[in-house]
């Protein structure tokens, strides 16, 4: 009994060690890619912008025009006083997959 007790907690534990995302081995077979380039500076008005991206393209608080999201990124003290599709065509990959997807398809390349 005593042997069965202890061979029961062992497994317990080594399915939590198992189950520990940090201890883990990755089981992604894509790794996450960050597109977000480091170097350009309209970038950061893009990534400081993320709460109204967010609400337009995800919670959908009101429709994701070209002109709404421009909105989100020509504001007042900005970094760049560059176009805001200007600042969307250059940052491409700065935000999840379903944000990106959507700025790409309206603020493709080539960028003003």
Excluded: W
Excluded at 6 to 29: D, E, K, R, W, Y
Excluded at 31 to 55: F, H, R, T, W
Excluded at 62 to 78: D, I, Q, R, S, W
């Amino acid at each position: 009994m005593r042997s069965f007790l202890q061979l029961s907690i062992l497994a317990l534990c080594t399915s939590f060690v198992g189950a520990n995302p940090l201890t883990s081995p990755s089981t992604s077979a894509d790794p996450a890619v960050d597109g977000c380039p480091k170097d350009e500076y309209a970038c950061l008005d893009v990534m400081n912008a993320s709460q109204c991206i967010e609400q337009l393209i995800i919670e959908k608080q009101a429709p994701a025009t070209k002109e709404a999201l421009v909105k989100c990124v020509e504001t007042e003290g900005t970094a760049t006083t560059l176009p805001g599709a200007t600042k969307y065509c250059r940052c491409p990959g700065c935000h999840t997959k379903a944000i990106n997807d959507v700025l790409v398809e309206l603020f493709p390349p080539p960028c003003a």
